[in-house]
Structure formats: C-alpha cells, structure tokens
C-alpha cells in the first residue's frame, strides 16, 4: 500500500549539522523568542532606563536593550552602534540618552540618531540608517517576547493562547527566580521539541505524569503557528475549572501545553505558568531554560508549594531529555529512513515538521 505524501517524519538530514545553520537563519532568526526574564527585571523600577542583554543567547545572540522613556514606552533596540559596531550598553541602569563608547554617537531611547560627532555639515545625515533598528517586542502579562524579522506578528502566537488562558488573573504573575533553572540536553533543539509535542510517549516515558493525567481525554489541536494539548486531571488532581463559554468549560485542566513556534512552551497550571525557552547550542546540543511565574499570593506557603510542583516537573523533564538524547544517537543512522507518524497523539508533531519545511523554502 503506498504512504501518503507527507507522512513521514522529517528527513533526518534535515538535522544534520550541514543543515544547522539554515534552521539558524531561516527559522530561529526570524521567530519570536521569550525574553529572558533576567532583562526586564533588570530595567529600573521606575522612570526612564535601559538594560541590555541578548536574543536567544548561545544561538542568535542578537545583541539587544530593552529601554523605557520618560513616558513609559518600551522599546527593544539593537544594542549595536550603527557607525562601526560598537555594543552600545554594557549595564542596565537608569539612563535618559545613549552615548556610543567608540566615537561618541549619541541615541534617544526611542533609538533615534541625535548626534554624531565627525559628521556634521554631512548632507542627509542622520539618515534611517544611522537610527537604531527596532526590533519586534511584545507581551503576555509580564512575559516579553523579542524578534529582529519575525515571519508573523507576535498576536498570530498569542491570541489562541488568550482565548484559553484570557480569564486566568495573569495582571497578578510575578517570575520565582529561585525557581529558574537551566537544563542542557545533549540533542538537537528540534528533537527535543518533536518530543513535547506528542503525547504518545506519555505512558512509557513519565508513570508519574501518567498516574495524574486521564489519558483517555488527553487532546492536541493544531494552531495556526503552535500547537495546544490540553490534560485533564485523574480525580484528586488540583485542576482549573475553566468559566462557562470556554472551549473546555465543566472539564477539570490540570495543564495547557502551548508550543509557540518556533521553540517556545508555555505550560499553564493552577498554580501559574512555567515556561520552556529552548537555546540551540549546536547540532546535537541545547539548553532548555525554564521559568517560573506564579499568580498566587507571596508567602513561605506559597513558595513551598511551588517549588514542589516544580520540583515534580523537572522529575519529567529528565525522563524526556534522557530519551531525547537517546533519539540524538539514532537519528544519524544510516539505517534508519525517518518513521511513519502515528495516527494519533502525533499530529503536533507533524504540524511542526511542515512549519519547519515552509520556513525552509525559498521566498
Ligand atoms: S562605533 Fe559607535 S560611534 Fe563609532
Ligand atoms: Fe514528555
């Protein structure tokens, strides 16, 4: 019987380290990322300033500064003189103006040239080019997403994951820094990712996972650029109770599992959100760094409990990157010739392969 088109995973040369750097320029490059929460804590509480740090670090390495005016406004700037070079902020603070510490070019924080010095009397200077280039930055509550030439707008993302999330008080998410943890996984990023989205290893790979989960009712969907699985709590399992109207309304969530393309996963809980930011470090090499945010009351109870929960999750997170790094050491084999998906528990993990192949093909 002959297959359809399209019905086998992605071709592992697809993964090899020939093709890392077209997955770096064509996919990661032009994808929205999390800030990491470390720079927009470092920005001043109050009043005009500026923190720098970079986009997807130990990939892009985009040098960015996130700033705020007098007015409020945020911005993400390129961290990047745009006469010679120069990295333009070395240190959050508070600040009103940038002053480049090469030769001395002076910017707004809305990134706008407003000197130079060697070049006056020059005609049409400053021109577009000698302001700093704005880069796409976005939020869900108090998380920041950053891009430098994203495919699609940040809402395209995030939409679908308000029209679940929406009536959650995410005003009231605060990050748990004691709780950020880095993982590294010895594995390509997009086999840590074709992992999360299926949950057809579930049983095999996580029994606690399994025992608080009602696999029967587990579901996947499709999003335009992402994917949603939705678990639904076994009895005695704390659970959101989603309002009436809502898409899982009188069904008891122990989590939503957003994948936002193309390597972002916000996990949603009772509790709050925890996030997975993947960092490509190489062909077979990734760090995984996760973030805590709550919406529950400071308080010793509070943070004892969630360093709990935590604590049960990063139990499956080493269950999945051992057998990620597990699938790292078969995929170059010669023998194998990439797997049919299964027709169930797979499909997000199909949806992401003909996302990556679309971003893959020439304009
Ligand atoms: S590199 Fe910034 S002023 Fe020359
Ligand atoms: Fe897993």
């Known amino acids: 019987m002959s297959e359809p088109a399209g019905d086998r995973m992605l071709p592992a040369d697809r993964l090899s380290p020939a093709a890392y750097g077209a997955l770096v320029e064509r996919v990661l490059a032009r994808g929205w990322h999390l800030l990491d929460p470390e720079i927009g804590a470092a920005l001043p509480d109050a009043g005009p300033g500026v923190a720098p740090g970079a986009l997807l670090p130990g990939c892009l390495d985009e040098p960015v500064l996130l700033s705020r005016d007098a007015e409020g406004a945020e911005r993400l700037l390129s961290n990047v003189c745009t006469h ?3 990295l333009l902020v070395d240190a959050p603070g508070p600040s009103k103006r940038l002053r480049c510490p090469y030769h001395g070019r002076r910017f707004g924080l809305d990134g706008r040239c407003e000197a130079a010095p060697g070049f006056e009397g020059l005609a049409g200077f400053p021109g577009p080019d000698a302001h700093l280039p704005q880069l796409g930055l976005g939020s869900l509550g108090p998380l920041r997403f950053g891009a430098i030439a994203p495919m699609m707008p940040l809402n395209a993302l995030l939409d679908p994951v308000l029209e679940r999330i929406g009536w959650l008080p ?3 998410l605060r990050p748990v820094p004691a709780l950020h943890q880095d993982h590294l996984v010895a594995a390509h990023w997009a086999l840590y990712l074709d992992n999360y ?6 049983p095999f790979v996580h029994p606690a996972l399994n025992a608080a989960l009602d696999m029967g009712a587990y579901q996947d969907h499709r999003l335009p650029f992402g994917t949603l699985q939705i678990g639904i709590a076994e009895v005695g399992q704390r659970a959101m109770l989603p309002p009436p109207g809502h898409p899982e ?15 972002t996963m916000l996990n949603i ?3 709050g959100i925890s996030v997975n930011a993947v960092q490509p470090l190489g062909p077979a090499a990734s760090r995984v760094r996760f973030s805590t945010w709550t919406w529950e009351p400071e308080g010793a109870a509070t943070e004892a409990a969630l360093a709990a929960a935590v604590q049960g999750l990063h139990q499956t997170e080493v269950e999945d990157e051992q057998v990620v790094a597990r699938v790292q050491r078969g995929i170059g084999a010669r023998a194998y010739r990439g797997g049919r998906y299964a027709p169930v528990r797979e499909d997000g993990l199909r949806h992401f392969h003909q996302l990556l192949t679309r971003a893959l093909a020439p304009d």
């Open 197 to 202: 989205l299926e949950g057809l290893h579930i």
């Open 249 to 263: 309304a009188g069904q008891r969530v122990l989590a939503w599992y957003f994948w936002l393309f193309p390597c």
């Open 269 to 271: 809980y009772p509790w």
């Open 170 to 172: 995410l005003d009231r």
């Open 84 to 86: 010679r070079a120069a």
